[in-house]
């Protein structure tokens, strides 16, 4: 079974600094793509950022700039570090994999809390 184990996240002054950090656990970080979304109160859930197994990065433009995004194949892990943070990047922050090949799949975390306020 293919799970996602997410740490990270909290309470944080705006201005500060988070790193998330997801481990996927059932199956390899190949051929895959590997990235954070989150979702506000209200609010759909959107994208943060992600990368592909090939080191292909994409970032929402609300954080370009700001959040950068690592992946490690070796271990099976992504991080994703947060810096300048700004009320409005209070939200569940939720780790995704996803797999188009054969054997495809996407499998989410439980999500982790982030709230930024001073």
């Known amino acids: 079974q293919v799970q996602l184990v997410e740490s990270g996240g909290g309470l944080v002054q705006p201005g500060g600094s988070l790193k998330l950090s997801c481990a996927v656990s059932?199956?390899?970080?190949?051929?895959?793509?590997m990235g954070w979304f989150r979702q506000a109160p209200g609010k759909q859930r959107e994208l943060v950022a992600t990368?592909?197994?090939?080191?292909?990065?994409d970032y929402a433009n609300s954080v370009e700039g700001r959040f950068t995004i690592s992946g490690n194949n070796a271990k099976s892990t992504v991080d994703l570090q947060m810096n300048d943070l700004k009320p409005e990047d209070t939200a569940v922050y939720y780790c995704?994999?996803?797999?188009?090949?054969?054997?495809?799949?996407?499998?989410w975390g439980q999500g982790v809390q982030v709230t930024v306020s001073s």
């Open positions: 995704n994999f996803r797999r188009k090949v054969t054997p495809t799949m996407t499998v």
């Open positions: 059932g199956t390899r970080f190949s051929a895959a793509t």
């Open positions: 990368v592909t197994s090939g080191g292909t990065t």
